[in-house]
């Protein structure tokens, strides 16, 4: 285990525990990656709330800088969705996060994601999310060296700043600014 980050907060009136882990790809066949995945970083992060009904879904926003591709934060979305309308990779009833990056040429570069677990504001339609929590991690490649860089809380000021980027490719949605209490 290479890094381990614990949030608490409350929503709806109940407390919400998040738990990320960070680890080296040890096995990259049973997380469903190639070989030349081993080495790069897994992440996964759960969510324990009580199930009492709509007010408990969750999701998970996530923005990467992966220079290879471009060089300001995009939206990360399981690619085997196709395009979606919405900024949420993951969603639903304590939706897990699972990531598990990796690439088969190792140039120099450093990879960074910025993962945030948000809401939507309400189940009738509203297309508003807010946000609870935040945190980066990723990795760095140098000299055909991979290293895991570790958890970091981000403050709300980094949910603000991917706020234009995320207006413009969901326009239908409202994004509040800062973290929701």
Same mark, same amino acid.
């Given at each position: 285990?290479?890094?381990?980050?614990?949030?608490?907060?409350?929503?709806?009136?109940?407390?919400?525990?998040?738990?990320?882990?960070?680890?080296?790809?040890?096995?990259?066949?049973?997380?469903?990656?190639?070989?030349?995945?081993?080495?790069?970083?897994?992440?996964?992060?759960?969510?324990?709330?009580?199930?009492?009904?709509? $007010?408990? *879904?969750?999701?998970?926003? $996530?923005?990467?800088?992966?220079?290879? $591709?471009?060089?300001?934060?995009?939206?990360?979305?399981?690619?085997?969705?196709?395009?979606?309308?919405?900024?949420?990779?993951?969603?639903?009833?304590?939706?897990? *996060?699972?990531?598990?990056?990796?690439?088969?040429?190792?140039?120099?570069?450093?990879?960074?994601?910025?993962?945030?677990?948000?809401?939507?504001?309400?189940?009738?339609?509203?297309?508003?999310?807010?946000?609870?929590?935040?945190?980066?991690?990723?990795?760095?490649?140098?000299?055909?060296?991979?290293?895991?860089?570790?958890?970091?809380?981000?403050?709300?000021?980094?949910?603000?700043?991917?706020?234009?980027?995320?207006?413009?490719?969901?326009?239908?949605?409202?994004?509040?600014?800062?973290?929701?209490?």
């Amino acid at each position: 285990m290479i890094d381990r980050l614990e949030f608490e907060f409350e929503r709806a009136g109940a407390p919400v525990v998040v738990r990320a882990e960070l680890w080296d790809n040890d096995d990259p066949t049973a997380y469903g990656c190639p070989e030349f995945a081993r080495g790069f970083p897994v992440m996964r992060a759960t969510i324990e709330p009580p199930a009492r009904g709509y $007010q408990d *879904l969750l999701g998970w926003i $996530q923005l990467i800088r992966d220079p290879a $591709q471009r060089p300001d934060f995009f939206n990360d979305s399981p690619e085997m969705l196709g395009e979606v309308t919405h900024p949420f990779g993951y969603y639903g009833s304590a939706p897990t *996060l699972f990531d598990a990056p990796h690439r088969d040429a190792l140039p120099d570069l450093e990879w960074v994601a910025h993962t945030f677990l948000g809401a939507v504001g309400g189940i009738y339609g509203e297309f508003d999310a807010h946000v609870y929590l935040g945190f980066s991690w990723g990795y760095r490649i140098r000299d055909g060296e991979i290293s895991i860089i570790g958890f970091e809380e981000l403050a709300p000021a980094a949910w603000d700043a991917h706020l234009p980027y995320l207006e413009s490719i969901c326009p239908k949605w409202a994004f509040a600014p800062g973290y929701s209490s």
